[in-house]
């Protein structure tokens, strides 16, 4: 249970969250102390092949624990102002919710929005801090508690929290443990607040970097790159929203993939079947396929696809454009 700490009381909340990482976040803060009076979320959306409408993964978890749940189409609606202030919350903690929050919104509570953002800030500020920490290399990275302001995540800190990357880590892994270490840090902020215990510092003025959104043009392979980078950026973007490459004028989507120092003699792109593995050449060594996603149908081991394939020696991945 978390407590609001020190005896003071707890606080009332509004938690606002949309995506599965958002989660264990509002999780924890149904078995804490603090009042959770409602749950702001981004509106029911169409999805799946059968355009069915559903309701995100907080939503579903609100409904299930029988707490109100508050989905405008925009958190600048005169509508959702006028509920935010009847609701007279102390806080908002924020986690991944998905569209901008004006500021009329963000000084309505006593102690503002506090947002758990998964990077150690001001690193990777933006809407894809775990993409670009693992497409960078990095060898560590974490999650931070900050105070809502105008500016793109530039608020003040309150906590942070460390996660080391795991060399074959994707984006998908490392975000699912930042998702339970960044709750228990979400929630000892709120309690910090509570008891008064807690005040924000300012971010240092270097070491920033950005981490815009990852569209899915961003994740095409570019063979021509050293195959270090290239299964940096395969993990990076797995599995949101999907590293892709063409093969014979279809988009081929590739799972993660394993580096090899040497390229065997192979061009960027080429492909080689034989008793290690389908391997890829690069623009400096080589990598070794793990699943691909030929369109049209499901994940399958790289070497069950190259039997129907049955590429041609010198063929490449990625010659030619998405039809």
């Known amino acids: 249970m978390g407590a609001a700490g020190g005896g003071e009381p707890p606080l009332r909340l509004l938690f606002a969250g949309t995506p599965d990482v958002a989660v264990p976040s509002l999780e924890l803060?149904?078995?804490?102390?603090?009042?959770?009076?409602?749950?702001?979320?981004?509106?029911?959306?169409?999805?799946?092949?059968?355009?069915?409408?559903?309701?995100?993964?907080?939503?579903?978890?609100?409904?299930?624990?029988?707490?109100?749940?508050?989905?405008?189409?925009?958190?600048?609606?005169?509508?959702?102002?006028?509920?935010?202030?009847?609701?007279?919350?102390?806080?908002?903690?924020?986690?991944?919710y998905g569209a901008l929050v004006p500021r009329a919104a963000l000084d309505l509570p006593r102690h503002g929005w506090v947002n758990l953002h998964f990077s150690l800030l001001p690193a990777w500020r933006g809407a894809a801090p775990v993409q670009h920490a693992v497409m960078a290399g990095d060898e560590v990275t974490g999650a931070a508690t900050f105070r809502l302001e105008a500016g793109l995540d530039t608020g003040p800190v309150y906590g942070v929290v460390?996660?080391?990357?795991?060399?074959?880590?994707?984006?998908?892994?490392?975000?699912?443990?930042?998702?339970?270490?960044?709750?228990?840090?979400?929630?000892?902020?709120?309690?910090?607040?509570?008891?008064?215990?807690?005040q924000p510092q300012p971010q240092p003025t270097e070491g920033v970097s950005l981490a815009p959104r990852i569209e899915p043009a961003d994740a095409r392979v570019d063979w021509a790159l050293p195959a270090y980078v290239v299964d940096r950026r395969i993990r990076g973007v797995t599995p949101a929203p999907g590293a892709w490459t063409t093969w014979r004028g279809d988009r081929l989507r590739l799972g993660p993939v394993e580096p090899l120092p040497s390229s065997l003699g192979l061009a960027p792109g080429e492909l080689s079947v034989g008793p290690t593995g389908v391997l890829v050449g690069t623009g400096r060594g080589a990598v070794r396929l793990g699943e691909v996603q030929p369109a049209g149908r499901r994940m399958l081991p790289a070497a069950d696809w190259v039997r129907g394939a049955r590429p041609v020696p010198g063929e490449r991945l990625g010659e030619q454009e998405a039809s």
Do not use: K, N, W, Y
Not at 75 to 86: G, K, M, Q, T, W
Not at 173 to 193: H, P
């Open 29 to 96: 803060l149904l078995a804490s102390d603090h009042e959770l009076v409602a749950v702001l979320t981004r509106p029911d959306a169409r999805s799946g092949r059968g355009r069915r409408v559903s309701r995100s993964p907080v939503a579903e978890r609100a409904d299930a624990a029988g707490v109100p749940v508050l989905q405008p189409r925009s958190p600048r609606e005169p509508e959702f102002l006028e509920r935010l202030a009847e609701l007279a919350v102390d806080c908002v903690p924020v986690v991944a």
């Open 162 to 198: 460390t996660e080391p990357v795991a060399p074959r880590d994707t984006a998908g892994d490392l975000l699912a443990r930042l998702a339970v270490s960044g709750a228990r840090l979400l929630l000892a902020t709120l309690d910090g607040i509570a008891s008064g215990t807690l």
